[in-house]
Structures are given as structure tokens and as C-alpha cells.
């Protein structure tokens, strides 16, 4: 199988139905940002901590079913999509966490070791994955689970962004106003 067929030459592109749309359509917009979440976290890792990696690891899955699951305009009741229990893993892992964190008392600046200020880049790329799949829901119906998911994934990489800075003894900074 060649890795390139020039289908996509002309600016088009096949969703998982086969159906063509422009490589500009919000739903391609949704998925493309949601993989390249997906890549910059596989520069992450590893962190150096194993918990952290597994977890890493876990939410690269993830991803690839949004992608897929943004991919399928006209998705079956087999077919890979995020759900509620996805939603609620992350949840678990901020939570349990959080145990481990002083509680924040302002916002603080995106630094921290090299691994914890990547986190931090990561956590943007979510926020910005999340508003492309809130512009794709404005016009297709799709699962909000995945909306969700993604909401909860960028305060799940914030908190392990404060993990990780806290484990390689890197101080939070605060703002100046």
C-alpha cells in the first residue's frame, strides 16, 4: 500500500464514509487539531514518571477514537466513540491528583521543567481542539461525549503539568499585574 495516492490533491479529503469534503471543513479542523494533541503528547513522553507516562499513553487512545469518531459523520452503534466512562478516567486521575498538589491560590504561568511546560503547550492545543469541535458542533451534529472529553482533558493536563513541576521540585510562578 503506497502512502500517498494524490486524492487529496485538489484540497478534498475522505471522511470514514467515504463522503468528500474540503481539508478546510470544520470537521476536519475538529480531528487535525485533535491529532496533532496527539503528537505533540507522544513528544512528552516520557516524563520520567511512570504514572504519568501510563496515563499519557491511555489518553493517545483516546484521542484516536475523537478522531475517528469526528471522522464519521453518520456513525453505527459499533463504531469507535468516546463515552461517558472516558469522561469520567480523567476526572478520577484530577481528582486523585490533586491529592498530591498544594492548593492553587492564583493563576499561574505556563513554566516549569521541560517536560511540565509541555504539558502545559499541550493543555493549549486542547483548548484549542475543544473550541474547533464546539465551531463543528455549531453545524453537525456530533458526540457531545467527545466536547466533553476534551474539556476535561485540558484541566487533566494542567493538573499533570503541576504534577510533573512539583515531582522535578520546578516552584510555581504567579503573574505580575
Known sequence: ????????????????????????????????????????????????HDDIDDRLSAIQNHLHV?????????????????????????EDWIDEYDEELEPLT?????????????????????RRAERRAVALAGEEKINEDAVQYLNRLSDGLFTFARVVNARDGQPEEAPEY
Not at 464514509?17 to 475538529?30: L, P, Q, W
Not at 464519521?72 to 463515552?83: G, K, L, M
Not at 499561574?108 to 502545559?120: W, Y
Open 106 to 126: 492564583s493563576f499561574i504561568l505556563p513554566t516549569g521543567s521541560e517536560r511540565g511546560a509541555a504539558l502545559h503547550h499541550a493543555r493549549t492545543v486542547c
Open 66 to 90: 475523537v478522531q475517528a469518531d469526528f471522522a464519521n459523520p453518520d456513525p453505527d452503534e459499533d463504531d469507535p466513540a468516546i463515552r461517558a466512562d472516558h469522561v469520567e478516567t480523567v
Open 1 to 48: 500500500m503506497s502512502i500517498y495516492t494524490g486524492r487529496g490533491d485538489d484540497g478534498q479529503t475522505d471522511l470514514r464514509d467515504m463522503t468528500r469534503v474540503s481539508k478546510s471543513s470544520a470537521r476536519i479542523e475538529a480531528y487535525g487539531t485533535v491529532d496533532e494533541l496527539n503528537a505533540l503528547l507522544g513528544t512528552i513522553r516520557p516524563t520520567e
